[in-house]
C-alpha cells in the first residue's frame, strides 16, 4: 500500500501555479509591449556591470533547486517505516499487528480479502484494502469493520483513537463461460457433407 502523497501533491500544485503564473506574466507583458524587452532595460544594465554576483547567485539558486529536487525525490522512493510497539514489556512487530487486524478482517461478511500495514512514526496508522465480494452490502460491511475490527484493535493497542485509511475495492461479476453444445445428429449430419 502507498503511503500519503499529500506533501508531494501540494508541492507539484505550487510548483504548478508559479508554472502557470510566470507563464501568464510572460504572455500579459508579451502581449502589451511587444517591441520591448521582458526585463527592465535598468534592470538589465545593473545586471550587467555586477556579473559576477549575479552569475554567483544564479548558480546558488540552481544548486538550491537541484538540492530540494534530489531530497523531495529522495523522500517519495524512500520505503516506509513499519514500527514495532512495546506493549508491556513485549515487543509486537508490526507485522504480527497487520495479520492479527488482516484475519479479524477477512472474516467480516463479504470480504473476499484483505491487505494490511501498520505505518507511521511517532503515531500509528493503520492501512487496509479490503477486496469484497460481488453483491456485499457496503454498509454492513463498514459497520462491522468499525464495530468488530477496529474496535478490537484499538481496545488491544489501549488507545481511543486509531486513524485508519480503509480502501475497498468491489468485485467484478464474474463472467460465466458459454460453452458449446455438441448435437450429435447435427454433427453427423454434418460429417457426412
Not at 52 to 74: D, E
Not at 100 to 121: I, N, P
Request: aromatic content about 4%; glycine content about 6%.
Amino acid at each position: 500500500m502507498n503511503r500519503s502523497n499529500r506533501t508531494e501533491r501540494v508541492m507539484a500544485a505550487v510548483l504548478g501555479a508559479l508554472a502557470l503564473l510566470v507563464g501568464g506574466t510572460a504572455v500579459v507583458l508579451h502581449r502589451f509591449a511587444v517591441d520591448r524587452p521582458v526585463l527592465d532595460p535598468v534592470v538589465l544594465d545593473w545586471a550587467r556591470r555586477h556579473l559576477l554576483p549575479v552569475r554567483l547567485g544564479l548558480i546558488a539558486l540552481g544548486l538550491l533547486a537541484v538540492v530540494l529536487g534530489l531530497r523531495w525525490a529522495w523522500r517519495a522512493v524512500r520505503p516506509e517505516r513499519h514500527p514495532d510497539l512495546l506493549l508491556d514489556d513485549v515487543v509486537v512487530t508490526a507485522k504480527a499487528l497487520a495479520a492479527a487486524v488482516r484475519a479479524d478482517a477477512e472474516q467480516v461478511h463479504g470480504v473476499a480479502g484483505a491487505k494490511v500495514s501498520v505505518v507511521g512514526r511517532p503515531a500509528l496508522r493503520l492501512r487496509l484494502r479490503l477486496r469484497l465480494r460481488h453483491g456485499a452490502d457496503v454498509n454492513r460491511v463498514w459497520r462491522e469493520l468499525d464495530g468488530r475490527v477496529l474496535s478490537r484493535a484499538r481496545a488491544a493497542l489501549g488507545v481511543e483513537v486509531l486513524p485508519t485509511a480503509v480502501r475497498l475495492d468491489l468485485a467484478k461479476r464474474e463472467r460465466q463461460r458459454v460453452r458449446k453444445a455438441r448435437i450429435p445428429g447435427r454433427m453427423a449430419a454434418w460429417r457426412s457433407r
